[in-house]
């Protein structure tokens, strides 16, 4: 599809608010899964407040090509969706669905550009398409592009695992951002180590629920865990066969796990293999304020995660005034401190056992009041979108 050099409304048409920004995520909540970046969506929507928001999301479905327009909180969200190639074959699969990919981007491209008019800053967020795509923009059309990062493919091993082209390329989007944020220090580093950039912004997720009313404590031993059921890097099978253990001792722990994922059969299979499928109530994927009701009536969370580059779910929990169980797996590091969780290490199935079973013991110890004043402002909307609109206007000054 020809995209027209020019747009048909001025540059800056309908910016009512600041500078009209373009964000283009990797992951965004769509029709396929409602929890999928849900915690970039909430960054997205916070900067609404500052700025003229835009979201473009490009993303495979099983039917038909199609569009769907939303605008809430002051942002405007086009999600593009073209049918996915199922073929066997693996390159001609690919091959088929970047171009599908492509033209999907192309005619969202043209209806922002219709609708909105040419953005004056794109907001890439995830390697490697939509940051491609913004430096296709930023060719084409003159847009520069900030890139924010927030994959633990960097921490995890996989970037590592990747081929020298796909590094060189890597390296190339990156020199060509206005700016690069990531969402820890731990992720940054890892940036920096790859020698991806130079240096970075630290810009943590947004914490939801510090505008809920703070639930009371919830029933000693009753333990949840909210996570993507991948089981190499959130280790759920970790935290069933910790309760199994730790049932032997304290007979009032509960699991309840909310989420989906490749491995769920798995996980529930080893729950009955363990004994302890009694014990485990698994909901499925639930939309954020489902997940926020079942924060508020459990005692605590568990992130028994492999890795993690910021942890969302932790700092949810603590929003809510719950203790939290982490492992040192990144992310959870900058929030838990003794007054508000355990710290244990990755893979320690008895510490996670013995974690539990203290925490059920001494469940009055954790104050929900203090936990949730311990969380800083920097995670509320408003700091976020603060500091994103530091960052832009940074940008737009040297584009």
Request: aromatic share 8%.
């Amino acid at each position: 599809m020809r995209i027209p050099s020019h747009p048909s409304h001025p540059r800056d048409a309908g910016n009512r608010n600041g500078p009209h920004v373009l964000f283009l995520p990797k992951w965004y909540p769509g029709r396929n899964d409602p929890q999928l970046g849900d915690f970039l969506r909430k960054q997205a929507l916070a900067v609404a407040s500052r700025t003229t928001m835009s979201v473009l999301y490009i993303a495979p479905v099983a039917d038909a090509d199609a569009q769907e327009l939303t605008e809430s909180d002051g942002a405007w969200e086009l999600r593009c969706y073209y049918r996915a190639n199922a073929h066997p074959f693996r390159f001609w699969r690919k091959a088929v669905n970047f171009r599908r990919y492509c033209q999907a981007a192309m005619r969202g491209w043209k209806r922002l550009v219709q609708e909105r008019g040419l953005p004056d800053l794109i907001h890439a967020y995830i390697l490697v398409r939509p940051v491609m795509l913004a430096w296709w923009m930023k060719k084409r059309f003159g847009v520069p592009y900030i890139v924010s990062e927030q994959s633990s493919e960097y921490l995890d091993g996989t970037y590592q695992g990747k081929g020298p082209l796909y590094k060189a390329w890597s390296r190339t989007l990156f020199k060509h951002a206005a700016g690069v944020t990531a969402v820890s220090a731990w992720l940054g580093d890892a940036l920096v180590k790859h020698r991806l950039c130079n240096a970075y912004t630290v810009v943590p997720n947004v914490v939801p629920g510090l505008d809920r009313p703070l639930p009371p404590r919830g029933l000693a031993g009753h333990f949840l865990v909210v996570a993507d059921l991948v089981d190499r890097t959130k280790n759920v099978s970790g935290v069933i066969r910790a309760l199994a253990q730790a049932r032997k001792t304290e007979a009032r722990i509960q699991l309840t796990v909310i989420g989906d994922g490749p491995d769920r059969t798995a996980l529930e299979d080893l729950a009955r293999r363990e004994g302890v499928q009694h014990a485990v109530s698994f909901l499925g994927r639930m939309a954020n304020h489902e997940v926020l009701d079942h924060v508020a009536r459990a005692a605590a969370m568990i992130v028994n995660s492999n890795v993690e580059t910021f942890s969302v779910v932790t700092g949810e929990a603590l929003a809510q005034g719950k203790p939290v169980i982490a492992t040192r797996c990144g992310g959870p590091i900058a929030f838990i401190t003794p007054a508000n969780g355990i710290l244990i290490e990755p893979k320690d199935t008895g510490a996670l056992r013995d974690a539990m079973i203290a925490m059920t013991h001494h469940a009055d110890r954790y104050d929900p009041a203090s936990i949730r004043a311990d969380l800083s402002d920097r995670f509320s909307p408003e700091g976020i979108a603060q500091r994103f609109h530091i960052l832009y206007l940074k940008a737009l000054q040297h584009a």
